[in-house]
């Protein structure tokens, strides 16, 4: 494993997570409270509420039905399977919602060096920041903030002690700006996006699957994209690709 660019004791010192943003303005929406978390406008709140009567009608006649068929091996196994799919779409709506709820706020300069040491706080581990000096960007601070942090916990997660810490950096190549985190992990199982970002969807434990999903919402308020790659030295880099600042 080639030697990474951080380590115990070699991280730049911190900056508090109050710094104020590009023109002044300190960045106001907390980057950890996930989509999840966040209360839906009242039109989506209403739109779930609709949406949620007829799944509780459908749990409730899978019950009774369970008691008819309880001499019935075939269609009790049915039935189970019918009773844990509808719990996962009760559980996958809200969800869902929340993440479309977000909304960006209209386009203006931030303070993209800010914005990575309030994800570097927000992230709860040890991340190396490359860039000494950060390209322009336009967008919302507090949203992409939040992007940044999904992807920094995901690249500390999957970091095993000993590993270098991962790093994030950012570069303008051509019309785009490319926010890029490294991690020397133990990898992606699939560079495909469609395979990555799924609702719901993790391998890791008490973890509710809605990180790369929020993130890739985030790139796309942007106009941007979500990209992953597996590096031959291992690990993997995910870059976060918005338009240039013009």
């Known amino acids: ?10 991280n730049p010192s911190r900056v508090p997570p109050d710094r104020e943003g590009a023109g002044g303005n300190p960045l106001t929406v907390p980057p950890d409270q996930d989509a999840g978390r966040r209360p839906l406008p009242p039109d989506l709140a209403r739109l779930l509420h609709d949406v949620r009567g007829p799944l509780n009608s459908l749990t409730l006649h899978v019950k009774l039905l369970e008691s008819a068929a ?6 009790e196994a049915a039935l189970r399977t019918t009773k844990e799919q509808l719990a996962r779409l009760t559980e996958m709506l809200p969800a869902a919602f929340a993440v479309v709820a977000l909304e960006a706020a209209s386009p ?4 993209l060096g800010a914005i990575m040491e309030v994800a570097r706080d927000q992230s709860g581990g040890q991340v190396t920041l490359a860039n000494t000096s950060w390209p322009p960007l336009l967008g919302d601070e507090g949203l992409l903030a939040l992007a940044v942090a999904h ?4 690249a500390l997660e999957a970091t095993p002690p000993g590993r270098p810490w991962p790093l994030v950096s950012a ?8 926010i890029e985190v490294r991690d020397w992990g133990t990898g992606l199982p699939t560079t495909n996006p469609k395979l990555l970002i799924k609702l719901m969807h993790s391998t890791k434990r008490g973890h509710r699957g809605l990180g790369l999903v929020t993130v890739e919402r985030i790139a796309r308020l942007h106009q941007g994209s979500l990209r992953f790659e597996s590096p031959p030295e291992g690990g993997a880099l995910v870059t976060l690709a918005l338009p240039v600042a013009k």
């Open 171 to 178: 570069k303008v190549a051509g019309d785009e700006t490319l």
């Open 1 to 10: 494993m080639p030697a990474g660019p951080g380590g115990a004791g070699g």
């Open 70 to 75: 309880m001499d019935d091996a075939t269609a």
């Open 108 to 111: 203006r300069p931030v303070d």
């Open 151 to 154: 992807l920094l916990r995901n």
